[in-house]
């Protein structure tokens, strides 16, 4: 009983695998961490797998065309001053996505070191930032619905399985990071008025942190996967 | 005996819960670690930019957008994430069921490759 005691008043004693085996047993609470943060962790692991199945049959289709594939490097190039430079509103908006999830990791920052001005600037930095992202998005959807003809069903320059796989993969990851604006503005004006001074914590700063940052995470393997491949 | 073990674990769980919201701030670590992974970012994405822009292809292509790919998002998840800094438990409970996904990947790609054969026996030869 002693024992018992001293292990659950000293849960991260034991380091290690023998740590993963005193975290799982002896009738206590396996992670460490705040319940909001877990149960993060749990969502975007289960985001991990509908992404990956979005992908996956992305990949499948593009295997089994017998159809060419759109490059990808012509169809999102942009036309600047005569020049058609490859990628590039896709770079752009790659580059603002990664400067969002730094202001974004600054923001938990500042948040555990209760500066609330700081703290509710680089939260609505980063939801002004995740906004652009979406503005741009949209344009690059209205160029290829409208100028390039591109549909679910077809497209002018090749496979018809592009459209599908384009629209329901960059669709749902941009659903993903205008929810995500959403919850960091509510999340930031709670920082602002006090609420987590009142609580006691910052972690739900930290939990709307690794919400966003999986948003960016998604975007790094369609960045890879649809756009470069 | 064990019923009592059990509800002095709870209650020690909860006293400790408590203390640990009031002292310990989470996770905590110097600026500049955020600020070079985030000038680390910036330099991978411009590498895997400019995989596409010198139009580099084959082998060479899909191994460079697959590193910078997996090593922006291994900086994204240990440091931005914090999970470098978490216990071992939560690590494995997050990072490994992912790897089941391999699995589909590569049952998918079978299962693509087949069904582009017999397109191309039925329709394209």
């Known amino acids: 009983m002693a024992q018992d005691a001293s292990i659950a008043g000293q849960p991260n004693s034991v380091e290690g695998l023998g740590g993963v085996a005193a975290d799982w047993s002896g009738d206590k609470q396996a992670f460490p961490v705040h319940w909001g943060k877990a149960m993060m962790w749990i969502f975007l692991l289960s985001d991990t797998f509908i992404f990956t199945c979005f992908l996956t049959s992305y990949m499948n289709v593009r295997i089994s065309t017998t159809a060419t594939w759109p490059d990808p490097s012509k169809v999102f190039a942009l036309d600047i001053a005569g020049h058609e430079i490859p990628l590039l509103l896709i770079a752009i908006m790659t580059m603002v996505l990664i400067t969002s999830s730094g202001t974004m990791a600054m923001a938990v920052n500042y948040g555990y070191r209760r500066d609330r001005a700081k703290t509710t600037a680089l939260m609505l930095a980063t939801a002004a930032l995740g906004a652009s992202f979406v503005s741009m998005q949209a344009f690059e959807w209205h160029k290829l619905i409208v100028h390039e003809g591109v549909r679910p069903w077809g497209n002018p320059m090749g496979a018809p399985q592009f459209g599908s796989a384009f629209f329901m993969i960059t669709g749902f990851h941009g659903l993903h990071v205008s929810a995500g604006v959403i919850y960091l503005s509510v999340v930031a004006r709670r920082v602002w008025t006090g609420f987590y001074d009142r609580k006691g914590t910052y972690e739900t700063v930290e939990v709307t942190g690794l919400y966003w940052h999986f948003v960016d995470l998604v975007w790094v393997f369609i960045f890879a996967f649809f756009y470069l491949w | ?125």
């Open chain 2, 1 to 125: 005996m064990n019923d009592v073990t059990a509800s002095e674990t709870v209650h020690e769980q909860k006293a400790h819960g408590a203390t640990d919201q009031g002292h310990t701030e989470g996770q905590q670590h110097p600026i500049r670690i955020y600020l070079l992974i985030w000038a680390l970012l910036f330099v991978f994405s411009t590498f895997s930019y400019l995989v596409d822009y010198f139009q580099l292809h084959g082998f060479l292509r899909w191994s460079l957008i697959i590193l910078f790919m997996l090593v922006k998002a291994g900086f994204i998840v240990a440091i931005f994430m914090h999970m470098r800094w978490e216990r071992l438990a939560l690590k494995f409970a997050i990072l490994i069921p992912p790897l089941a996904l391999l699995i589909l990947v590569g049952l998918m790609a079978i299962e693509g490759a087949h069904t582009f054969i017999t397109r191309w026996g039925a329709f394209v030869r």
